[in-house]
């Protein structure tokens, strides 16, 4: 090479693969309502995502009943995913935490309705877990996640 040629050009480096979720419902289980029984995933980044209550930007809870606190705790999850890079589609796991199962169970559908509009209808594999009580005394429920991310 002399003094004024010019480098060669050099390849682009190799891109990673996609992630990819791989929803899975066995046949011989139940039909999934709200969630994916099995999720595969394939990617570059897991994300973990801290549990998440319905926290406002001050640190208070807002919300009076659990669908209203529901989603702000689900826009608080997003919130942190999309910080770290991430959509609702790269969800693989959310676990749900509640202080009222029972009331969980009588708003389903409606708490179905806020997910929709905030995350889609490709769900994760989901948990729902009852506790005595959460962090801050007036949450209702939490949820934590696991995502990967391309």
Known sequence: ?????????????????????????P????????????VSATGTRL???AGQTALDGAGR???DDLPAQFE?????????LAAAGGGPEHLARVTVYTTDV???RRNAAEL???????????YPAMALVGVV???????????DGIAVLP
Request: aromatic letters at 6%; zero cysteines.
């Open 133 to 143: 009580r959460l962090w801050d005394d007036t949450a209702l429920v939490e949820l």
């Open 72 to 80: 702000r705790a689900l826009h608080n999850l997003l919130t942190a």
């Open 61 to 63: 809870i807002v919300g």
């Open 27 to 38: 046949p011989e289980l139940a039909p999934p309502v709200g969630f994916t029984h099995a």
């Open 1 to 25: 090479m002399t003094p004024d040629a010019e480098p060669a050009p050099q390849p682009d480096p190799p891109r990673p693969p996609a992630a990819a979720l791989d929803r899975i419902n």
């Open 47 to 49: 994300v973990l995502l």
């Open 102 to 104: 029972a009331g969980y």
């Open 112 to 122: 179905g309705r806020v997910w929709q509009r905030a995350a889609g209808r490709r």
